[in-house]
C-alpha cells in the first residue's frame, strides 16, 4: 500500500452522480499533482456520455474512460444469478450488487494499462457497494491502493456534499428536495434516503418511479407474452430471437407499463445494519417467474428443491461481494449442470404489478398427463400406494409405539 506522496495516478469509478463529481476535486486537492483518470462502466444506466465526459474532464479528470458492459453484465452476471433463482432475503433480484464486480474488474483492467497507482471509488463507509468493488479489486490487483474518501474525508453527509459542490462550482443536476441516492442499470433502479428512510412512510411513487408505473395506474387489460429458453437462458420474446441485452430492455418497457416489479424492502445490509430502499425490476422480475415456472417442469423433485436451498446462499454470495470466489464458482458450476434440459416456452399474463402463469411447455417436461390425471391411467397402480405408506411411516409408527410402551409402564 503506497503513501500519499508516492500516488501519482487514480483511477476513479465514476458516474457523474453526486459523490463522485465530488471526489474528483476533492482528490485534486488532496493528492496534489495526481491525475486523475475516470472511468465509466456503463452497465445500461443510459447516461449521456458526452455529458459525463465534459463533466469529468472540466471537474480536473485529464482522461475519461466509458467502457460498454452492458453484454458482459447480462451474460456473465445476471444470467447465473437469475438461473440459480438468487432473491436476497427471498426478495431482491441483486441490481446494484450484480453489477460492482464487473465495473470493479474493468476498473482494474485500466489501473494496469495505465500503470496507476491506487483505484478510488465513492462508496460510503455504511453501505454493501465499498465491500463489493474491494473485494473484487483484491481478488484482481491484491496489492493496489484504494482510496475511499467517505472513509476519510469532513463531508459527513450528501448534504456536505452539495455544499462543497456549490463551492466548487460542480455542476449537479439535483437538489436538496430530490436528493435520493439511486442506482440504475439495464437490470434495476433503486431508490434510498430523504423521507424513505423512515419505514413508517409510503413511498412518493409519484415522485420517485422512473421505469414504470404503479399497478393502479396501469392498464385495465392484461398483457400477454411468451418466452423462450434453451438451457435455462432466455432466447426469445414472442417468438422473435433477440440479444438478451435487447430483450431486457424491451421487458422493462413492456413490465414498467403494468406496474411490474416494484419492490418496497426493509434489508439487512452487510455492515450491520437495516436499511430501506424501493426498487425498480421490472425486466428482471418477468424473467426471473417465467424461469422459475419453467423449472417446475423441467427438474426433478430433489434437485429443484435443492436448487431452490442453494439460491439464498448464492444470494447471500453475490450481496456480500464475494463474486471472485471458488465458491460462488462452483455454484455458477452447479447451477449450469441444473440447466441442460431447462428448455422451452412459457407464457405470461402481466395484470396491474402481478404475473401469472399462462402455459408451459418443454420437450424435456417431467409433468405426464396420464399419471397425473384423476381419470383412469395404466401406469400407476394406487394399490401400490398402501406399501408405501407402511414403508414410509415405518419410522413414525415405531416411535409411537415406545411412546405408548413408556406410559404404560409409568
Known amino acids: 500500500m503506497k503513501n500519499k506522496k508516492e500516488i501519482n495516478k487514480i483511477v476513479l469509478a465514476y458516474s457523474g452522480g453526486l459523490d463522485t463529481s465530488v471526489i474528483i476535486p476533492w482528490l485534486k486537492e488532496n493528492y496534489p499533482n495526481c491525475e486523475i483518470i475516470a472511468v465509466v462502466g456503463d452497465v445500461g444506466q443510459k447516461d449521456d456520455a458526452d455529458k459525463l465526459k465534459e463533466k469529468a474532464l472540466k471537474s480536473g479528470a485529464s482522461k475519461i474512460y466509458i467502457e460498454d458492459l452492458k453484454e458482459e453484465f447480462v451474460n456473465d452476471y445476471i444470467m447465473p444469478a437469475m438461473q440459480a433463482g438468487a432473491k436476497y432475503e427471498n ?16 476498473l482494474v483492467e485500466i489501473a494496469k494499462k495505465e500503470e496507476a497507482d491506487a483505484i478510488c471509488h465513492g462508496c460510503t463507509g455504511k453501505g454493501n457497494d465499498q465491500v463489493r468493488f474491494e473485494l473484487t479489486i483484491k481478488a484482481y490487483m491484491p496489492n493496489i491502493t484504494v482510496i475511499a474518501p467517505w472513509r476519510t474525508w469532513e463531508l ?14 460542480v455542476p449537479l443536476e439535483i437538489t436538496r428536495q430530490t436528493n435520493y441516492s439511486k442506482d440504475k442499470n439495464i437490470w434495476h433502479l433503486s431508490h434510498e434516503g430523504l423521507d424513505l428512510e423512515s419505514p413508517a412512510n409510503e413511498p412518493q411513487y409519484d415522485k420517485i418511479l422512473e421505469l414504470g408505473v404503479t399497478p393502479e395506474k396501469a392498464p385495465d387489460k392484461p398483457t400477454y407474452l411468451e418466452i423462450s429458453f434453451e438451457k435455462g437462458k432466455p432466447v426469445a420474446l414472442n417468438g422473435n430471437k433477440i440479444p438478451l441485452v435487447d430483450m431486457i430492455e424491451q421487458l422493462n418497457d413492456i413490465g414498467g407499463k403494468n406496474g411490474i416489479g416494484i419492490l418496497d424492502m426493509v434489508e439487512n445490509r452487510l455492515v450491520g445494519m437495516k436499511s430501506r430502499g424501493i426498487y425498480e425490476t421490472p425486466g428482471g422480475a418477468i424473467l426471473y417467474k417465467a424461469h422459475e415456472l419453467l423449472e417446475t417442469i423441467c427438474l426433478d423433485k430433489d434437485t429443484l428443491q435443492y436448487k431452490q436451498k442453494l439460491g439464498q446462499d448464492f444470494a447471500n454470495q453475490t450481496y456480500n461481494g464475494k463474486w471472485e470466489t471458488t465458491l460462488t464458482k462452483a455454484m455458477i458450476a452447479f447451477v449450469n449442470e441444473t440447466q441442460k434440459t431447462v ?16 402455459g408451459m411447455t418443454s420437450p424435456y ?15 400407476y ?12 411411516g415405518l419410522p413414525i409408527k415405531v416411535q409411537a409405539e415406545m411412546q405408548q410402551k413408556v406410559k404404560g409402564e409409568n
Open 156 to 169: 459527513k453527509s450528501r448534504e456536505d456534499e452539495i455544499d462543497y459542490a456549490e463551492k466548487h462550482n
Open 365 to 379: 417436461s417431467l409433468y405426464s398427463e396420464q399419471t397425473a390425471s384423476f381419470g383412469e391411467d395404466e401406469d
Open 91 to 106: 426478495c431482491y433480484l441483486l441490481g446494484t450488487a450484480l453489477a460492482r464486480p464487473v465495473i470493479a474488474k474493468r
Open 343 to 358: 428448455t422451452g416456452n412459457v407464457k405470461l399474463k402481466l395484470y396491474k404489478g402481478n404475473i401469472t402463469a399462462a
Open 381 to 392: 397402480n394406487q394399490q401400490d400406494s398402501a406399501g408405501f405408506i407402511n414403508l414410509f
